[in-house]
C-alpha cells in the first residue's frame, strides 16, 4: 500500500508527506470521516512509512526491506490494531498502556491504530488520557472515528485532527476504470457512474458494489447488469415517464407506473427517483448549473435535450409536488392512490394555466362584442359609485377592458399609445358655478384626437380608444347628471332659505303689532 493509491484525499497524504519530509510528525494522530473514505488505510500506511528502511524520494514505502515486508505479511510487531468497538473497556486500554513501556525491537516507532475510538467508555478515556499527553518518543498513536463529537475534548486537544471528506463520483469512476483495465474487464461508463452513485461517496463500498456485480455480470458489465443486479430503476424510465407527464398522457402515465410496481418496485422509490430526475433537469438548463450532473456524457445530453421542452415553473412545481408526496408517504393509507393522485397533478400543472388563460379570453372577447352584455351592464351600474374621483384616460374602466388581457399586461408599451393630453375634473373640486360644458367640450376633443405614434403602433392605439371611448362617455354623462341634479338641489336650498327668511320676517313684524297692541 502506497499513499497514492489513497483516492480523495490529498489534502491528507500531502500533508502526512510534507511531515515526514520535515520531520515534524506529531505523536497522536486523529482521522475522522464517512465511512469507507480511507481513513484506516491512511493509518496502515503512515505506521508502515515510519519503520521503512529505504523511503522512496517522494516519502512512500520501499515495499522491499524486512518492515516492509513484515507488514505485507501481517507480521510487524512494531504495529498494534486495537478495535474499540469490541474492546471498549478500561483492561483493554491498560494492557494497550502496559506495551507502550516497552520500545520496538526492530525499527524506530511503535504504532498504535484504534478505530472507532468513540466506542471507548469513559474510564478508558480517561485511562488512556495520561499516555496520550505524555507518551514516550518511539510511541505513535493514530486514532479512527465516523463520530468525532462523541470524543472527549480533551483527547480532541492532544491529537492532530484530519478530516476525510467523501469521495466524489468522478474520482471513484477512475479508479474502478484503473481496476477494469488490471482485471481485463469490460465495463460502460454509464454503469460505473451508477455504481459510484449508489456508493454515496465511500470507496470502499463502490468496491464492494462492483465486486458483486461482476460476479453477476461476468467480464462484461453493463448498465442493464447494474440496474438488474441492483434492482433500480433505470435512466430510460425516467425519461419516458417525463415525457408523458410533459404531453399531458395521463393514461401511458398510469399504465406505466402500473408496470414499475409489477416489476418489483415501491412507489417511494418512484417518486424519489423522479424527483431526482426532475432536479437534474432544472440544473441541466443552464450550461453553467450542466456541469453538476454526476452522470455518463451521454445522459448528460439527454438531460440537456429533454430539459428544453419543460418550462422553469413546471419542473419547480413538479419537484415540490414530488417532495410532498414522499414526505407523506408513510402516512398514507392507500400508497398506490397516494403516488397515483401526485403523478396526476403534475400531469395536469400546465394544463390548468392553459385553461385559465383560454377562459379569461374568452370572457374578454365576450365582453367586447356583446352589444346586449354591454348595454346591461351600463343600465346596471349604479350613478354614485361608478362616479370617479378623477376621470383620466388612462384609466382602465373594468366593465370593458379585463386586466388578464395580455393587450393591457404592459404598462410600457401602452403609455406610448396614450394621448399627450389628459383632462382631470373632480366632483369636490368643481366650484359652483362652475359648467361643466367646457369639460364635456375638452373631453370630446380629447377621445376624437388621433394619437401620434408610428404606425406599427396605430392599430392597437385604435383599438385601445374604441374600447375606452364608450365607457368614458358613460362616466362623463353620469358626471354632468349628477353635476346638474346638485346644482338643481342647490337652487331649491336657495329658494327655500329665502322663503324661510321671508316667513321670519312676517313673524317679526306680527310680534311687533302685537307689543304695540
Given at each position: 500500500?502506497?499513499?497514492?493509491?489513497?483516492?480523495?484525499?490529498?489534502?491528507?497524504?500531502?500533508?502526512?508527506?510534507?511531515?515526514l519530509r520535515t520531520d515534524h510528525l506529531g505523536h497522536s494522530f486523529l482521522f475522522c470521516g464517512p465511512r469507507g473514505v480511507g481513513k484506516t488505510?491512511?493509518?496502515?500506511?503512515?505506521?508502515?512509512?515510519?519503520?521503512?528502511?529505504?523511503?522512496?524520494?517522494?516519502?512512500?514505502?520501499?515495499?522491499?526491506?524486512?518492515?516492509?515486508?513484515?507488514?505485507?505479511?501481517?507480521?510487524?510487531?512494531?504495529?498494534?490494531?486495537?478495535?474499540?468497538?469490541?474492546?471498549?473497556?478500561?483492561?483493554?486500554?491498560?494492557?494497550?498502556?502496559?506495551?507502550?513501556?516497552?520500545?520496538?525491537?526492530?525499527?524506530?516507532?511503535?504504532?498504535?491504530?484504534?478505530?472507532?475510538?468513540?466506542?471507548?467508555?469513559?474510564?478508558?478515556?480517561?485511562?488512556?488520557?495520561?499516555?496520550?499527553?505524555?507518551?514516550?518518543?518511539?510511541?505513535?498513536?493514530?486514532?479512527?472515528?465516523?463520530?468525532?463529537?462523541?470524543?472527549?475534548?480533551?483527547?480532541?486537544?492532544?491529537?492532530?485532527?484530519?478530516?476525510?471528506?467523501?469521495?466524489?463520483?468522478?474520482?471513484?469512476?477512475?479508479?474502478?476504470?484503473?481496476?477494469?483495465?488490471?482485471?481485463?474487464?469490460?465495463?460502460?461508463?454509464?454503469?460505473?457512474?451508477?455504481?459510484?452513485?449508489?456508493?454515496?461517496?465511500?470507496?470502499?463500498?463502490?468496491?464492494?458494489?462492483?465486486?458483486?456485480?461482476?460476479?453477476?455480470?461476468?467480464?462484461?458489465?453493463?448498465?442493464?447488469?447494474?440496474?438488474?443486479?441492483?434492482?433500480?430503476?433505470?435512466?430510460?424510465?425516467?425519461?419516458?415517464?417525463?415525457?408523458?407527464?410533459?404531453?399531458?398522457?395521463?393514461?401511458?402515465?398510469?399504465?406505466?407506473?402500473?408496470?414499475?410496481?409489477?416489476?418489483?418496485?415501491?412507489?417511494?422509490?418512484?417518486?424519489?427517483?423522479?424527483?431526482?430526475?426532475?432536479?437534474?433537469?432544472?440544473?441541466?438548463?443552464?450550461?453553467?448549473?450542466?456541469?453538476?450532473?454526476?452522470?455518463?456524457?451521454?445522459?448528460?445530453?439527454?438531460?440537456?435535450?429533454?430539459?428544453?421542452?419543460?418550462?422553469?415553473?413546471?419542473?419547480?412545481?413538479?419537484?415540490?409536488?414530488?417532495?410532498?408526496?414522499?414526505?407523506?408517504?408513510?402516512?398514507?393509507?392507500?400508497?398506490?392512490?397516494?403516488?397515483?393522485?401526485?403523478?396526476?397533478?403534475?400531469?395536469?400543472?400546465?394544463?390548468?394555466?392553459?385553461?385559465?388563460?383560454?377562459?379569461?379570453?374568452?370572457?374578454?372577447?365576450?365582453?367586447?362584442?356583446?352589444?346586449?352584455?354591454?348595454?346591461?351592464?351600463?343600465?346596471?351600474?349604479?350613478?354614485?359609485?361608478?362616479?370617479?374621483?378623477?376621470?383620466?384616460?388612462?384609466?382602465?374602466?373594468?366593465?370593458?377592458?379585463?386586466?388578464?388581457?395580455?393587450?393591457?399586461?404592459?404598462?410600457?408599451?401602452?403609455?406610448?399609445?396614450?394621448?399627450?393630453?389628459?383632462?382631470?375634473?373632480?366632483?369636490?373640486?368643481l366650484p359652483e358655478n362652475q359648467d361643466v360644458k367646457p369639460v364635456a367640450e375638452a373631453t370630446t376633443q380629447l377621445v376624437e384626437k388621433p394619437?401620434?405614434?408610428?404606425?406599427?403602433?396605430?392599430?392597437?392605439?385604435?383599438?385601445?380608444?374604441?374600447?375606452?371611448?364608450?365607457?368614458?362617455?358613460?362616466?362623463?354623462?353620469?358626471?354632468?347628471?349628477?353635476?346638474?341634479?346638485?346644482?338643481?338641489?342647490?337652487?331649491?336650498?336657495?329658494?327655500?332659505?329665502?322663503?324661510?327668511?321671508?316667513?321670519?320676517?312676517?313673524?317679526?313684524?306680527?310680534?311687533?303689532?302685537?307689543?304695540?297692541?
Open positions: 500500500m502506497r499513499f497514492d493509491e489513497v483516492v480523495g484525499q490529498d489534502h491528507v497524504t500531502n500533508t502526512l508527506k510534507n511531515a488505510t491512511s493509518a496502515r500506511i503512515l505506521a508502515k512509512v515510519l519503520n521503512c528502511e529505504n523511503r522512496t524520494e517522494d516519502f512512500e514505502p520501499c515495499n522491499s526491506c524486512s518492515s516492509c515486508t513484515a507488514f505485507n505479511q501481517n507480521q510487524s510487531f512494531n504495529i498494534y490494531e486495537l478495535d474499540a468497538a469490541s474492546n471498549n473497556s478500561v483492561d483493554n486500554i491498560r494492557d494497550l498502556v502496559d506495551q507502550v513501556r516497552f520500545p520496538p525491537q526492530q525499527g524506530e516507532y511503535k504504532v498504535y491504530i484504534i478505530d472507532e475510538v468513540h466506542m471507548l467508555s469513559q474510564s478508558a478515556f480517561n485511562a488512556f488520557l495520561k499516555t496520550l499527553e505524555e507518551p514516550p518518543k518511539y510511541a505513535i498513536f493514530i486514532l479512527a472515528t465516523t463520530e468525532k463529537h462523541k470524543i472527549l475534548p480533551t483527547i480532541l486537544s492532544r491529537c492532530q485532527i484530519f478530516d476525510f471528506n467523501r469521495v466524489q463520483v468522478d474520482a471513484i469512476v477512475e479508479h474502478l476504470k484503473m481496476i477494469c483495465k488490471e482485471e481485463s474487464i469490460v465495463a460502460d461508463e454509464t454503469a460505473l457512474h451508477v455504481i459510484a452513485q449508489k456508493a454515496d461517496g465511500a470507496l470502499r463500498d463502490s468496491l464492494s458494489i462492483f465486486d458483486r456485480i461482476v460476479s453477476f455480470s461476468g467480464e462484461t458489465l453493463t448498465y442493464q447488469h447494474v440496474t438488474e443486479g441492483l434492482n433500480l430503476l433505470d435512466y430510460e424510465t425516467y425519461f419516458e415517464l417525463t415525457e408523458h407527464l410533459l404531453y399531458q398522457d395521463r393514461n401511458k402515465t398510469l399504465l406505466l407506473y402500473d408496470q414499475i410496481l409489477k416489476n418489483g418496485f415501491d412507489g417511494d422509490q418512484v417518486m424519489l427517483g423522479l424527483g431526482e430526475h426532475i432536479r437534474n433537469l432544472l440544473v441541466a438548463k443552464e450550461p453553467e448549473t450542466a456541469e453538476l450532473l454526476e452522470v455518463a456524457p451521454e445522459v448528460r445530453q439527454r438531460f440537456i435535450t429533454q430539459s428544453q421542452l419543460a418550462s422553469t415553473s413546471f419542473l419547480l412545481n413538479s419537484l415540490n409536488v414530488a417532495n410532498t408526496c414522499d414526505t407523506q408517504f408513510k402516512q398514507a393509507k392507500n400508497k398506490r392512490l397516494h403516488v397515483e393522485l401526485a403523478l396526476l397533478k403534475i400531469c395536469y400543472l400546465g394544463q390548468l394555466k392553459k385553461n385559465q388563460s383560454i377562459a379569461d379570453e374568452a370572457e374578454l372577447v365576450k365582453k367586447n362584442t356583446d352589444p346586449n352584455l354591454i348595454a346591461a351592464e351600463q343600465d346596471a351600474a349604479p350613478v354614485e359609485s361608478d362616479i370617479p374621483d378623477s376621470v383620466t384616460l388612462a384609466e382602465e374602466p373594468t366593465s370593458v377592458v379585463n386586466e388578464d388581457d395580455e393587450q393591457f399586461n404592459e404598462p410600457e408599451k401602452m403609455a406610448d399609445e396614450l394621448p399627450n393630453e389628459t383632462i382631470q375634473t373632480t366632483e369636490n373640486s394619437a401620434v405614434n408610428s404606425s406599427a403602433k396605430t392599430s392597437k392605439a385604435e383599438t385601445f380608444r374604441k374600447t375606452v371611448e364608450p365607457a368614458l362617455s358613460f362616466r362623463l354623462s353620469k358626471l354632468n347628471e349628477e353635476v346638474s341634479k346638485r346644482k338643481e338641489a342647490e337652487q331649491a336650498d336657495e329658494q327655500d332659505a329665502e322663503e324661510v327668511d321671508s316667513d321670519d320676517e312676517e313673524i317679526i313684524v306680527n310680534s311687533a303689532e302685537i307689543e304695540k297692541a
